[in-house]
């Protein structure tokens, strides 16, 4: 069992920038493909980005890549979201989940989920 707990949503204007945490537990963190992923009210959850267990190799979905960083320090547990020139778009509920193995970009390949953290972006 893994638990996660997201945390550094919030509110900011667009253009403005925000960094995620995602505290892992349970388990040894260093094991797992990290991802994170977001919701929008009326949407279906959609990849964000994802990250090897070791962190050498990364992924963005497309609408973020070159604004959003990901990243994570296996000696703290913890996984981040770098979300710079954030755009009205990008307001959403975002998760961090974990699955054993290779990062995937499908939700359904997720087997643990944090309660998610708010981000809004005002345009």
């Known amino acids: 069992q893994v638990q996660l707990v997201e945390s550094g949503g919030g509110l900011v204007q667009a253009g403005g920038s925000l960094r995620l945490s995602c505290a892992a537990s349970?388990?040894?963190?260093?094991?797992?493909?990290m991802g994170w992923f977001r919701q929008a009210p009326g949407k279906e959850r959609e990849f964000v980005s994802a990250?090897?267990?070791?962190?050498?190799?990364?992924y963005y979905a497309a609408s973020v890549k070159g604004r959003f960083t990901i990243s994570r320090d296996n000696a703290k547990n913890t996984v981040y979201l770098q979300m710079n020139s954030l755009e009205f778009e990008d307001t959403a509920v975002y998760f961090c989940?974990?699955?054993?193995?290779?990062?995937?970009?499908?939700?359904?390949?997720?087997?643990?989920w944090g309660q998610g953290t708010q981000v809004t972006v005002s345009s």
């Open positions: 989940a974990a699955r054993v193995a290779y990062l995937h970009t499908s939700p359904d390949e997720y087997d643990y």
């Open positions: 349970g388990r040894t963190f260093s094991n797992y493909a």
């Open positions: 990250i090897s267990s070791s962190g050498r190799n990364t």
